[in-house]
């Protein structure tokens, strides 16, 4: 089989003739971002990951920009991904237009907000959670979002009623292992989580980050859980 650049088989590189004439795709982005007039920036930019001539990253305030390429079709497979709290993506989508694909990075890159991206590039898509991050409502839209979904519905009637008492409701929520977690910061600038474990029976145990899971607080009412997490959110 003929080989092409960076010993990619020649079928793959046919679709992409920028890769062989730039020798890789961050060159090729970077050819088109002058050619279009368009700023990616001078800092310095992430490397591609072992040299691959077919992904290229660049930096931006709100974390790195990732371009990659389909290898059945032609395509441009870009992630805005996330460095703001528990958001790990901002966009996706991809296109096969180069140039497109380049304004995406650069409008990204000088502060678009997803929705405008997404109006402007139809193909980027994104979720209420990073519409919520964009907006500064995260926390707000992360408490909807768990008391809205079907995988979460045995904890609903948990979630409204944690979500009730105002001190957290200020927290971020979310789970992991099946464990419901309300975080400080949903920025996570700053350390400090509460634990809630809902039992069959109908209890509850609770917990805070900086004690261990053998210094459970047990309780069989609701309203009992949410005033001692109230509580405890003090001292976080």
Same mark, same amino acid.
């Given at each position: ?45 992430? !490397? ?12 931006? !305030?709100?974390?790195?920009? =990732? ?41 990204? =890159? ?14 980027? *898509? ?23 979904? &079907? ?14 008492? !105002? ?16 975080? =400080? ?5 700053? &350390? ?23 210094? =459970? ?13 109230? *509580? ?5």
């Amino acid at each position: 089989m003929n080989e092409a650049i960076g010993g990619l088989p020649s079928d793959f590189s046919d679709h992409y003739p920028e890769l062989a004439r730039h020798e890789g795709l961050m060159a090729a982005i970077l050819a088109t971002a002058a050619e279009h007039g368009l700023d990616l920036g001078d800092e310095p930019r992430a !490397p591609e990951p072992d040299g691959a001539p077919t992904i290229a990253q660049f930096d931006s !305030p709100r974390g790195t920009m =990732k371009v990659d390429l389909l290898r059945t079709e032609r395509g441009f497979d870009i992630t805005l991904y996330s460095n703001r709290g528990w958001l790990s993506c901002w966009a996706d989508g991809t296109t096969a237009d180069l140039a497109e694909a380049t304004r995406v990075l650069a409008a990204w =890159k000088h502060g678009a907000t997803v929705t405008g991206l997404s109006q402007r590039f139809p193909f980027m *898509t994104y979720t209420r959670l990073s519409q919520g991050y964009d907006e500064g409502n995260q926390v707000t839209v992360m408490w909807d979002l768990q008391i809205g979904d &079907p995988k979460f519905a045995q904890y609903r009637e948990l979630l409204i009623a944690l979500r009730s008492e !105002p001190r957290l409701a200020q927290m971020f929520p979310f789970f992991s292992m099946w464990t419901l977690r309300l975080a =400080k910061d949903s920025l996570r600038k700053q &350390p400090g989580q509460l634990l809630i474990q809902q039992n069959d029976d109908g209890s509850y145990f609770l917990w805070s980050s900086s004690e261990t899971e053998e210094n =459970k607080h047990e309780f069989h009412h609701l309203n009992d859980l949410v005033t001692a997490a109230a *509580t405890l959110q003090t001292t976080l």
